[in-house]
């Protein structure tokens, strides 16, 4: 996504995410191209007051000064729009998506920083559709400015779908159409991907808060779990219409900060006809890979696939 400049000499990359709750740090040791091992995972709790005191000593702690960082961003902080792609030159698509996305986005174009993720295989859907990532720019410059005062070497900023997609070879290998289930307390991210592609994501007011009160034996609770289903099958559909791939076989659950109430997940399967899998699992390609393991925080999910997003540069 967002590309800020290119650290080298490192072996290790590293993932950060700052949220009202605290920081997430993850680092990864990438020896050569296969080999890639999760050595340092943490959640360090902390108030918005004493993040930036906080990122100074986990900077120095662990030399982030020298690993190329990846700083994911949080869902309410940009906008992800789905437009078609503008019949323009190359070199005037930037500007000609800057004015399609205007009166789309909840803050004015000129305070915009913009971002484009190409969907694949649009060949025979007709129409050709760019996702665009807008983020206001006194968002990115914050960051930038308290990142660059703790000497932290930040290289780039992602957002939680693409994030995600680096994370998820590490937790499955399935090559056909998946479904990740992102949950926060408050809200969900539900996004489609295909043979490590991404495709499409779509917000939900239902959260692991809501999901947290549903109980197999109480048909009454299950309510929230019948919309939730029915947002997810919408999705579904509205992917398998326009992209022409094969159908979502599989939802993947991923709570970040709050463990998954496990009664949802045989109660999705009933209603949506999939398999349901809860992030971290007994699943057999998990316990194999040891990349995730129980004591893996929640926290952070998504500065694991940060960090597994960078390259190391010799």
Request: hydrophobic letters at 40%; one cysteine or more.
């Amino acid at each position: 996504m967002f590309s800020i400049k290119t650290a080298k000499g490192s072996k290790n990359t590293a993932g950060i995410t700052i949220s009202s709750d605290g920081i997430s740090l993850a680092i990864v040791e990438k020896k050569d191209k296969t080999h890639q091992k999760l050595i340092h995972t943490e959640f360090y709790p902390a108030k918005q007051a004493e993040q930036a005191s906080l990122l100074s000593r986990i900077t120095k702690q662990h030399r982030l000064d020298t690993i190329p960082c990846n700083l994911v961003i949080a869902p309410e902080e940009y906008q992800l729009l789905r437009v078609e792609t503008p019949e323009v030159p190359k070199q005037e698509i930037s500007a000609a998506i800057r004015w399609r996305i205007k009166d789309l986005i909840d803050f004015h174009i000129d305070d915009a920083i913009i971002d484009m993720i190409d969907i694949p295989n649009q060949q025979s859907s007709g129409t050709h559709i760019t996702q665009v990532v807008a983020c206001r720019h006194a968002v990115i410059q914050q960051y930038v400015d308290l990142l660059h005062e703790v000497k932290c070497q930040l290289e780039s900023i992602d957002v939680p779908e693409l994030a995600t997609n680096y994370l998820l070879p590490k937790i499955t290998d399935t090559k056909s159409s998946i479904v990740v289930l992102n949950l926060w307390p408050a809200y969900a991210r539900m996004s489609i991907y295909n043979n490590n592609d991404f495709y499409l994501t779509r917000a939900s007011s239902i959260g692991s808060d809501s999901l947290s009160q549903v109980a197999i034996e109480d048909i009454s609770s299950q309510s929230v779990l019948d919309s939730l289903a029915l947002e997810l099958q919408r999705t579904f559909d509205y992917f398998e219409s326009y992209s022409r791939q094969a159908s979502v076989e599989t939802l993947i659950i991923l709570s970040h900060g709050q463990a998954v109430n496990i009664n949802i997940i045989p109660l999705l399967e009933d209603r949506l006809g999939l398999t349901v899998q809860a992030i971290p699992s007994n699943d057999t390609t998990v316990e194999e890979n040891k990349f995730l393991t129980q004591s893996t925080s929640s926290h952070c999910y998504l500065a694991i696939g940060g960090a597994l997003k960078l390259k190391v540069e010799n």
